[in-house]
């Protein structure tokens, strides 16, 4: 994967509002935010994509979700909150370096949501296909395959 502006906060060659930081991982404040106290958690490692995640900076990143979750709604005062993560171009993602959004949600500002669900067809065929897929094989084998 190529280099993204992320690196580039990682490396300190451009600013950022840092809350966080430990060797896998680095939290800061989006520069656009959608509210106020909208951040942006990054794993360290640059990959694209969750799929292309290594276990360890997944680790990483979800053992302080809930501590830098927590801190932000403190801060704000929020009492509620999204967390959003894009994969993919066709999925709303623009830089393309694994980040997860923490986003509070006010009565004014926040995340909104188009939702328009379907109803769950060949749902016992599709489970078996992706369970099988995450059966039988390693894990380092399956995040490579
Ligand atoms: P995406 O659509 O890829 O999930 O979201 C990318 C996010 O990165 C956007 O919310 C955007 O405002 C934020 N962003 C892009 N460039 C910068 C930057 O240079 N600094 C900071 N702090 N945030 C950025």
Known sequence: MGETIFSKIIRGELPCHKVYEDELVLAFLDINPLSRGHLLVIPKEEVATVDALSDDSAAAVGRVLPRLSRAVMKATGASAYNILQNNGAAAHQAVFHVHFHIIPKYEDAGLGLE???????????????????????EPETLARW
């Open 115 to 137: 939702w328009n669900p379907l109803r769950l067809e060949s749902g016992e065929e599709l489970a078996s296909s992706i369970a099988e897929l995450l059966s039988d094989k």
